[in-house]
């Protein structure tokens, strides 16, 4: 399954069901490939994404998301599948989302 992603409209409460009331969109199609490149880049040093946890629950607001965005190229060098391209692609389009929408977070929902 691994880590999954979903856009809300603002701080969703950690709770599945209770968080449907700001949901905006999610991704689950490239939660394992995510993982692993999650797990790569916490020996990266500083940053965003290091510090997401592919088994907990990490959420990042906009100004969080827009810090995450500027670490993708890095995330990219390390894809060795289309999957994991693709996954790094899905993962850009929600952290460009959620820097464009005022007052939103985005969620990783840890595995």
């Known amino acids: ?5 979903e856009l809300h409209t603002g701080r969703p409460i950690l709770d599945w069901r209770r968080s449907r009331k700001t949901f905006l969109r999610g991704s689950y199609a490239y ?4 993982t692993g490149l999650l797990l ?3 020996d990266s040093g500083p940053g965003v994404l290091p510090h997401v946890d592919p088994y907990g629950d990490t959420t990042l607001d906009e100004q969080q998301a827009a810090a995450a965005l500027r670490e993708i190229p890095e995330m990219m060098t390390r894809c ?3 999957a994991q391209v693709a996954a790094v692609q899905d993962l850009r ?6 820097t464009e929408t005022p007052g939103s977070y985005l969620w990783f929902v840890g595995d």
């Open 31 to 34: 939660g394992d490939e995510l």
């Open 93 to 98: 389009s929600l952290l460009r989302a959620c």
């Open 80 to 82: 060795t599948s289309d």
């Open 40 to 42: 790569l880049m916490a």
């Open 1 to 5: 399954m691994g880590v999954e992603l």
